[in-house]
């Protein structure tokens, strides 16, 4: 690892959107790579840095950036809303720009200014049919043949909805932690229980696959929104309530846009001693 990263060590980001929690490494100009090991290294709360995802920012080719993000297992995730949300937020600072576009798996995503402190991005539309989620096969995606009628969504990444009386009542760590292994979900899948506490407003507890029970998820948010309306719960225009704060949903034609808070809370460095042990 150590000679494949600067000798000074490799300076990195540490940035939340609503408490959902990222390292950020910007290798523009630089030959610094990530490897599984080290985003498993990093993520480590107790002696990396600690993450729910991690996030290396490239130069685009077709697009501003280029991302590419992994879990806290070290597996590659295609996105990840909330990290896209405070990128996009810092890089529009930096230039000045109203608006910018962001290359991540899930394709070539818009983000813009949205005034207020907040920052809004189109993580396009959302997948539908099942094998794109994918499933394992062929069912029906707003009720899947699994106890607690949930509902299956596609935002790059697959997504299990189930919308309960009560999502505080529920044991995610047990139930997030079971459903993400399904062998419906051929990749594992995203979990969320959601209940309505309002007229277009939802509280949502989530359990992303390779990290667990995290505050936020972007990409979360933008499933459940998109399942509550398609079971005509709400409209297509929602806030969903998280552990870490609120975050506002709107499907449109263009895509789902999500809005909301982001930080940088500090920069730091990561020695050459450490990464030497990775």
């Known amino acids: 690892m150590s000679d494949m990263l600067p000798p000074s060590g490799l300076p990195f980001l540490k940035m939340h959107g609503l408490g959902n929690d990222f390292v950020v490494i910007d290798a523009r100009g630089t030959d610094a790579a990530v490897t599984p090991a080290l985003a498993r290294a990093l993520s480590d709360r107790h002696r990396g840095v600690g993450f729910d995802q991690l996030a290396l920012i490239e130069t685009g080719t077709d697009a501003d950036l280029h991302l590419t993000f992994w879990n806290a297992d070290g597996s590659l995730s295609s996105t990840c809303g909330n990290a896209t949300r405070c990128i996009a937020a810092r890089e529009l600072a930096r230039t000045g720009k109203a608006a910018l576009t962001l290359r991540t ?57 189930f919308f309960v009386v009560d999502a505080e009542a529920v044991d995610l760590a047990t139930m997030g932690a079971r459903m993400e292994h399904h062998p419906l979900f051929p990749e594992r899948t995203n979990v969320q229980f959601a209940h309505l506490i309002g007229p277009d407003h939802l509280r949502m507890r989530v359990w992303e696959r390779g990290t667990g029970i995290t505050l936020a998820s972007g990409s979360s948010s933008c499933a459940v929104a998109v399942a509550a309306a398609r079971r005509g719960l709400t409209g297509r225009r929602v806030t969903i309530t998280l552990d870490g704060g609120d975050i506002a949903i709107d499907w449109r034609d263009d895509g789902v846009w999500m809005t909301g808070p982001t930080a940088t809370v500090f920069a730091g460095t990561l020695t050459p001693d450490w990464l030497a042990g990775v």
């Open 105 to 161: 798996e899930r394709g070539v995503l818009q983000a813009q200014d949205a005034g207020g402190g907040l920052t809004s991005v189109n993580m396009g539309q959302p997948v539908l049919d099942w094998q794109g989620v994918p499933l394992a096969q062929d069912v029906d995606l707003l009720h899947l043949p699994i106890p607690g009628d949930p509902v299956a969504t596609g935002m790059g990444n697959p997504h299990c909805s």
